[in-house]
């Protein structure tokens, strides 16, 4: 199993980026999936959820209406729109497989900063 997230940066509150994970390694249009955070100091979040045909999306409740999961099967990819980010958005963003949670080995994962 291999995930690469991807597009993180700094921005300013307000601001929008676009995460991309690209899976391998396993069945990813069957497979629910996740995103997860960790803020400096805090323990992991998750984020949000996707199911295998994106029926299925949850969010939590301080990034709904912000925050929108999505993916591609067909490019074993997985995305995370993020409009109107705050300050407090600001941690290392994880994708994974909802089976690793909340226990789960988490990979490099990619830096999203918000900051004036």
């Known amino acids: 199993v291999q995930l690469v997230e991807s597009g993180g940066g700094s921005v300013l509150p307000g601001g929008s980026l676009r995460l991309s994970c690209r899976a391998s390694?396993?069945?990813?249009?069957?497979?629910?999936m996740i995103w997860v955070r960790q803020a400096p100091g805090r323990q992991h979040e998750l984020v949000a959820t996707?199911?295998?045909?994106?029926?299925?999306?949850w969010h939590i409740d301080s990034v709904k209406g912000r925050f929108a999961s999505s993916r591609d099967n067909a490019k074993n990819s997985l995305y995370l729109q993020m409009n109107s980010l705050k300050l407090e958005d600001t941690a290392v963003y994880h994708c994974?497989?909802?089976?690793?949670?909340?226990?789960?080995?988490w990979g490099q994962g990619t830096q999203v900063t918000v900051s004036s």
């Open positions: 996707i199911s295998g045909d994106s029926s299925s999306r």
């Open positions: 390694g396993f069945d990813f249009s069957s497979t629910q």
């Open positions: 994974a497989r909802f089976s690793s949670w909340p226990f789960g080995s």
